[in-house]
């Protein structure tokens, strides 16, 4: 029987420690969820600013040892890495672990960490629907995760309590937590972050590529939309490499959608259709109110100036 | 031999009071460039609002009055409606006058309003690039111009006392300008702003039309990136048909170099090309870092978090 005010997780062992990781290491250590936290990266240059940020309490290359007494050990890797980690750290894990994950696209995920993991050890995927155009340990912070959703995808007959305590964990980093299919996940995200990533880095690299225009002036009148999708387009080429190469099937076919609408829509402008632009233009703003509404997203308008970070919308629990 | 003292424009008369009309006339208000300014719109609620606001000192539905003692009118119309509008207003206009306008497109503007100016009066298009995702009087503020951009595109042997004229009205509301030919304008436009609301409409209604994924799905997580699609996406329709149905021909073919672009991406997705990918998603950050450097954005983490208005960058000229 635990004590009742030990934190939800006696040792939790991040693996990869960059935006998502390095946030998950503040926010376990601000709102209590932790008693000790172990950061394993096998990049010294990352370990080194762990020890100097105080983000763990140990911080290591290796590791089988690195997961040997952890409850929790959580995956912050690119998702193409996912199945090398899971293999390499496997064998080290204790009865009883529990292994979890961040990742953006969840069914791949799945299908190359689940045959690493020995028995009695519970695999609950997540992915926290949150980010900034950042990378590495500095850019985190503890409060990225609130009010944003966290999307558990349990196998079947996954272990309840396992899910329990992840989903306690996320909402202690102030996340809401829903559940679904790893492949109904993949579909979503393909639709509202992986085209739209993907025809954010097209157009800025459309623009780049320009004889008529250059990229002086590409640059100086962004303000005119651009901008936005230069931001988009400057997320880690390395996570996105993995994301467009792991749910390339959903990400294709919603492409393919995306691909029909917009010739609809040059035919229109070829063709004078003035009624057919306005009505999916007007069309279009439902779905900003309700984001808004949601809110995740500000109705503050958004005209490139700077933009403090505020406090969460969501007071941490205690712990 | 004018008053040292005296502001740049004696009567100012703006034709369309909406985000940038009614910023415009804050602006000339706030900066001391106008000492009089006139409103005209043809909506009685705008008009309304006008004076509950007390952007101007006379608030009219009448343009040929309206402008009668106007030594500059700026067109805050859409494209679409600006040929019209010089129409009935010519007759009316003084022997001195200069007209400006505001539109995002110029080639079509210049031939659509030209033809309808006096002899004597100089018209000198103009096309503040800057903007928010928000219409009409209650959008406006002062500072919307200060340090974006503001192209003017006089014609062939243009006035060059207008032509000055009008560049330091802008320079008092805060905006840099620089000049070039209407044609070269909106083949720029057409990659910075045209096509990029284009594809943020395109997905956004894409994303509407989805059997697989729930609208509330497509709202709930849209912090993975769709929601700076949705905020582009927001803007005047009305505005923007006038756009696309006035630069068509610059419009498409930036849409088809986009176009091959993705496809090319497409097919690097399906072959599991993740080198291809990698060498793209690097390549546009580069641009980024010039936007941020040029500070037509913040390096600010953007995650949806509340962004006060800043004060502008630039303070604002002595009058």
Redesign the interface.
């Known amino acids: 029987m635990p004590d009742a005010d030990a934190p939800l997780i006696d040792t939790l062992a991040i693996v990869g420690l960059g935006l998502i990781g390095s946030s998950i290491a503040r926010g376990a250590r601000q709102y209590g969820l932790a008693r000790r936290i172990v950061a394993i990266d096998r990049d010294p240059g990352v370990l080194e600013r762990v020890r100097a940020l105080g983000l763990a309490e140990t911080a290591t290359a290796e590791i089988a040892t690195g997961v040997a007494e952890a409850d929790l050990v959580i995956l912050c890797v690119p998702v193409g890495a996912a199945g090398a980690v899971a293999e390499a750290m496997g064998p080290a894990l204790k009865p009883g672990a529990i292994v979890s994950d961040v990742g953006?696209v969840k069914a791949s995920v799945v299908a190359a960490v689940a045959p690493h993991l020995p028995e009695g050890v519970a695999f609950v995927p997540a992915h926290p629907?949150?980010?900034?155009?950042?990378s590495g340990p500095d850019?985190g912070f503890s409060t990225?995760f609130s009010g944003?959703?966290c999307?558990l995808t349990p196998p079947e007959g996954a272990d309840s309590e396992a899910t329990a305590r992840v989903q306690a964990f996320w909402e202690g980093l102030g996340a809401i937590v829903?559940s679904m299919t790893p492949e109904?996940h993949d579909?979503?995200?393909a639709?509202?972050?992986?085209?739209?990533?993907?025809?954010?880095?097209?157009?800025?690299?459309?623009?780049?590529?320009?004889e008529?225009?250059t990229?002086?002036?590409?640059?100086?009148?962004?303000?005119?939309?651009?901008?936005?999708?230069?931001?988009?387009?400057?997320?880690d080429?390395?996570m996105?490499?993995?994301v467009?190469?792991t749910n390339?099937d959903a990400?294709?076919e919603?492409?393919g959608?995306?691909?029909e609408?917009?010739a609809a829509?040059?035919r229109a402008?070829?063709w004078?259709d003035?009624d057919a632009?306005?009505e999916?233009?007007?069309?279009?703003?439902?779905?900003?109110k309700?984001?808004v509404a949601?809110g995740?997203?500000?109705a503050?308008?958004?005209?490139?100036?700077?933009?403090?970070?505020?406090a969460p919308e969501k007071a941490p629990p205690a712990a």
């Open positions: 953006s629907v949150a980010g900034t155009e950042y850019a990225l944003r959703w999307i829903e109904h579909l979503v995200l639709i509202t972050s992986h085209v739209p990533h993907l025809i954010a880095y097209n157009i800025v690299g459309t623009a780049a590529d320009l008529a225009v990229q002086s002036e590409v640059i100086k009148f962004s303000a005119g939309g651009f901008r936005d999708f230069t931001r988009i387009a400057a997320s080429p390395t996105w490499r993995d467009f190469l390339k990400v294709l919603m492409l959608r995306f691909n609408d917009l829509l040059a402008i070829r004078g003035g632009l306005h999916l233009f007007t069309r279009t703003r439902a779905i900003r309700g984001i949601m995740q997203e500000t503050e308008a958004d005209f490139g100036r700077a933009r403090p970070v505020a």
